[in-house]
Nanobody
Framework: QVQLVESGGGSVQAGGPLRLSCVAP????????MGWFRQEPGKEREGVAA????????FYADSVKGRFTISQDNAKNTVYLQMDSLKPEDTAMYYC????????????????WGQGTQVTVSS
């Protein structure tokens, strides 16, 4: 069973930054999409950003374009989500996922998930 481990969540004031990290210990992804998703209580999980491992193509939700950046460090087997200019509406549990072949912002396309890390943005 492939595991994904997220870190970097926390509490921040509006306008501030956070960086989330996602690592798959002992496993190297290649030629698949890895993505970040978020979910608020009582709401559906939504795609935030995704990156194609091995190619570098990226997708972003309209709500985060220009503020969030997804990147990969192959040497560390890690995917990052740099979140800048955070807003209170960004508050959610953030999840890392891997294993999609297409529709990179659709959570139904992903096979492997982490446990999530909470991001709270106060106004």
């Amino acid at each position: 069973q492939v595991q994904l481990v997220e870190s970097g969540g926390g509490s921040v004031q509006a306008g501030g930054p956070l960086r989330l990290s996602c690592v798959a210990p002992g496993y190297t992804y290649s030629r698949v999409w890895m993505g970040w998703f978020r979910q608020e209580p009582g709401k559906e999980r939504e795609g935030v950003a995704a990156i194609y491992i091995g190619g570098g193509n990226t997708f972003y939700a309209d709500s985060v374009k220009g503020r969030f950046t997804i990147s990969q460090d192959n040497a560390k087997n890690t995917v990052y989500l740099q979140m800048d200019s955070l807003k209170p509406e960004d508050t959610a549990m953030y999840y890392c996922a891997a294993g999609s072949w297409y529709r990179p912002l659709d959570p139904e396309m992903y096979k492997y998930w982490g446990q999530g890390t909470q991001v709270t943005v106060s106004s």
